[in-house]
């Protein structure tokens, strides 16, 4: 996966999901946290009070 400073460069795609995972914490869906796996990339949302608080790419 080709970086930008280090940060990685995210597929339009690949970025759609996050935010769908992310729409879904904020609306109060599900868990508060969610964890998922985009590729050699693993993030997680977690919420609190519905807003995001935590987005790790690791």
Do not use: Q
């Amino acid at each position: 996966m080709k970086s930008f400073f280090g940060v990685p460069a995210y597929r339009l795609s690949e970025l759609r999901m996050l935010a769908t995972d992310a729409h879904r914490l904020d609306c109060g869906y599900g868990d508060d946290t969610f964890k998922g796996d985009r590729g050699a990339d693993t993030y997680k949302l977690s919420s609190g009070n519905d807003v995001i608080d935590s987005f790790s790419l690791a």
